[in-house]
């Protein structure tokens, strides 16, 4: 049996160090936001012959210097292009520089995300984050009621939640280093990974805090708190990384693979999913230790 609940220190280190990254590259660099948050046009363009490549596109515009501009395919005839402006005349020297190119080509839409709009979204986003957060936090605190010995069962639904928001910031402060460094830009579908981060970590962190649980009733009252809690951890620790395996490798295959449309939303969820198993297994289940060793401190 592993004590991995001695491991405990190195982990707060690990993970205090990494937040805190995190958290300065937010404050200095922020996240490059694409026109989803920002606001811009999306041009949906049909070609009647053979469908030119995304990085064919990219290279016909290069010299507009368009922002934010990404291409991706509509079915097996038409290109979506999307740029962080609302310039008629932009838009204009876009088409034109397609059109030359591509005679047979046929603009068939050009619609603009006003920027008021997009800054309504990035509020929604937030406060979508922080619902799920707190519903998270509520629902264990709920489900776990029945073992409030030794530790109060809302201290469950609290070391969920803070192991979670380590595995978002953590997320978030990776796309903030690459979005500097790299150009790469956040969008709907970040915030969609970071939903889904939040769901796969906490399940992950239920099933050791279930077990928990079950070793708490049926156990001794004599057996040490801490000991239960890295019993239970040992117990579950094939299992969770078997299912996280299989989750990460699905993910490499979207990310090599994918095409670039899902590339950076397969990053995210690589990122926030082996962050997320690590922290049910060092993190999530330390904080209820390292919270019963202070309740002896004070007692």
């Given at each position: 049996?592993?004590?991995?609940i001695?491991?405990t220190?190195?982990?707060y280190?690990?993970?205090i160090t990494l937040?805190?990254?995190?958290?300065?590259?937010?404050?200095?660099?922020?996240?490059k936001?694409g026109?989803?948050?920002?606001?811009?046009?999306?041009?949906?363009?049909?070609?009647a012959?053979t469908?030119?490549?995304?990085?064919?596109?990219?290279?016909?515009?290069?010299?507009?210097?368009?922002n934010?501009?990404?291409?991706?395919g509509?079915?097996?005839?038409?290109l979506?292009?999307?740029?962080?402006?609302?310039d008629?005349?932009?838009?204009?020297?876009v088409?034109?520089?397609i059109?030359?190119?591509?005679p047979?080509?046929t603009?068939?839409?050009?619609d603009?995300?006003d920027?008021?709009?997009?800054?309504e979204?990035k509020?929604?986003?937030?406060?979508?984050?922080?619902w799920?957060?707190a519903?998270?936090?509520?629902?264990?605190?709920?489900?776990f009621?029945?073992?409030?010995?030794?530790v109060?069962?809302?201290?469950?639904?609290?070391?969920?939640?803070i192991?979670l928001?380590?595995?978002?910031?953590?997320?978030?402060?990776a796309?903030?280093i690459?979005?500097h460094?790299?150009?790469?830009?956040?969008?709907?579908?970040?915030?969609?990974?970071?939903?889904?981060?939040l769901?796969?970590?906490?399940?992950?962190?239920i099933?050791?805090?279930?077990r928990?649980r079950?070793n708490?009733?049926?156990?001794?009252?004599?057996e040490a708190?801490?000991?239960?809690?890295?019993?239970?951890?040992?117990?579950t620790?094939v299992?969770s990384i078997n299912?996280?395996m299989t989750?990460i490798?699905?993910l490499?295959?979207?990310?090599?693979?994918g095409g670039?449309?899902i590339k950076?939303?397969?990053?995210?969820?690589?990122?926030?999913?082996s962050?997320?198993?690590?922290?049910?297994?060092?993190?999530?289940?330390?904080l209820?230790?390292t919270s019963y060793?202070?309740?002896?401190?004070n007692k």
């Amino acid at each position: 049996m592993f004590n991995i609940i001695s491991k405990t220190k190195y982990a707060y280190i690990f993970s205090i160090t990494l937040t805190v990254l995190s958290v300065a590259s937010l404050a200095v660099w922020g996240l490059k936001f694409g026109i989803d948050f920002t606001g811009g046009t999306v041009m949906e363009i049909k070609f009647a012959n053979t469908m030119p490549a995304n990085q064919e596109i990219v290279d016909t515009l290069k010299d507009l210097n368009l922002n934010s501009l990404t291409v991706q395919g509509k079915g097996t005839e038409s290109l979506l292009l999307s740029y962080a402006s609302v310039d008629d005349s932009i838009n204009q020297n876009v088409w034109k520089t397609i059109s030359d190119k591509y005679p047979e080509s046929t603009q068939l839409k050009a619609d603009y995300r006003d920027s008021s709009v997009s800054s309504e979204l990035k509020t929604k986003s937030l406060w979508a984050l922080f619902w799920a957060a707190a519903g998270i936090m509520a629902f264990i605190a709920w489900a776990f009621r029945k073992v409030s010995r030794p530790v109060a069962s809302w201290k469950y639904g609290a070391g969920a939640v803070i192991a979670l928001l380590h595995d978002v910031l953590i997320t978030i402060g990776a796309f903030s280093i690459l979005g500097h460094f790299q150009g790469v830009e956040v969008g709907i579908p970040f915030i969609a990974a970071l939903l889904t981060i939040l769901g796969f970590s906490v399940h992950d962190t239920i099933v050791v805090y279930d077990r928990t649980r079950e070793n708490l009733l049926k156990g001794s009252a004599k057996e040490a708190f801490p000991d239960v809690v890295n019993r239970s951890l040992n117990e579950t620790l094939v299992r969770s990384i078997n299912t996280s395996m299989t989750v990460i490798i699905t993910l490499l295959s979207l990310y090599i693979f994918g095409g670039e449309s899902i590339k950076d939303f397969a990053l995210a969820l690589l990122i926030g999913v082996s962050f997320g198993t690590y922290s049910s297994v060092f993190i999530a289940s330390a904080l209820l230790v390292t919270s019963y060793e202070m309740q002896l401190k004070n007692k």
